[in-house]
């Protein structure tokens, strides 16, 4: 069990808990925080609340967070594409479609399955689920992605995500002509009222920027860079979707019916930095663009 106690400062003053709480973790979603609060293990002065409770000036929040469950996750031999490995970290190009850890109901063919049999020194902090997973991109997400290989590593990475200073760069193909040649989007980010699966623009949410500019436009479509201020779940997805321009393959945030045969969204986690946990020296990773989106920009770009 882990304990933690927050005090309301004035920014926070009328903030709902749930929100408050969650925005204190980079990697640990507004429903994970709702169960716990639901559990009676997050009280406000001392008295349990619910999620919607409205916080006041200098109200005292203790937070336990529990152990996770241990399951068993299994080693996998699936081929992972290393893009730089030493005794702390490892960096890994992943794959469209692979989910990154395991969930209910899927247990397998995860890149944390195929970490497993690559190597055993992963840290513990996210337990048997994640272990080593500081940060993660969707499944049909394609890209660079750092694990750590000791906790101490991942403290390190996990306080670079929480102050924004990790560079992450993705390269997106979106709908329509961008006009203006870079752009950023500020809206904050949270789940969707309606339809738990997505996320949506709404107040409550967790603040989220995305910055962008344009690579190269094409007929209808615009390659785009993004990066990100903040990590948020789905983020260039509804930061792009909200200015008009969402990404193409996206089902969920873009259009419906879709010109080219694709298994999802085109997007790719292209440059990833962050300063070493043990040297202290800043490096950069770069991700090869897979073979689908560079056909796919060439047929453009010929068309």
């Known amino acids: 069990m882990e304990n933690y106690d927050f005090k309301v400062e004035e920014n926070s003053v009328g903030m709902r808990l749930d929100v408050f709480i969650a925005n204190e973790f980079e990697d640990k979603s507004r429903s994970y925080i709702q169960g716990i609060i639901e559990k009676e293990n997050a009280t406000v002065n001392g008295k349990c609340r619910k999620s919607n409770f409205k916080l006041k000036l200098n109200d005292t929040i203790d937070l336990s967070i529990p152990d996770p469950v241990e399951l068993n996750v299994k080693a996998e031999d699936i081929p992972l594409d290393v893009i730089y490995e030493d005794s702390d970290v490892i960096v890994i190009n992943k794959p469209q479609d692979m989910v990154v850890h395991p969930a209910p109901g899927n247990y397998s063919g995860t890149l944390v399955n195929a970490l497993l ?57 979106v709908e329509g002509l961008i006009k203006d040649d870079e752009g950023m989007v500020d809206a904050p980010i949270g789940r969707h009222s309606k339809d738990r699966i997505k996320m949506a623009i709404v107040e409550s949410g967790k603040k989220a920027v995305t910055h962008y500019k344009v690579i190269e436009r094409f007929e209808g479509y615009t390659l785009v860079e993004c990066n990100l201020e903040t990590g948020r779940t789905h983020q260039i997805r509804v930061h792009m979707a909200k200015i008009g321009h969402p990404l193409v393959g996206d089902l969920i945030y873009g259009f419906k019916k879709q010109k080219f045969n694709l298994k999802g969204q085109v997007l790719h986690a292209k440059r990833l930095g962050f300063i070493h946990p043990t040297t202290n020296k800043y490096m950069e990773f770069d991700s090869p663009i897979p073979a689908y989106f560079e056909k796919l920009i060439t047929k453009l770009r010929n068309s």
């Open 117 to 173: 049999n690559h190597c055993t020194d992963l840290s513990g902090i996210n337990g048997v689920l994640r272990p080593g997973i500081v940060h993660r991109i969707d499944k049909d997400t394609s890209g660079a992605l750092v694990v750590a290989k000791n906790d101490n590593a991942h403290n390190s990475l996990a306080a670079q995500l929480k102050d924004h200073s990790m560079t992450r760069s993705y390269l997106a193909l």
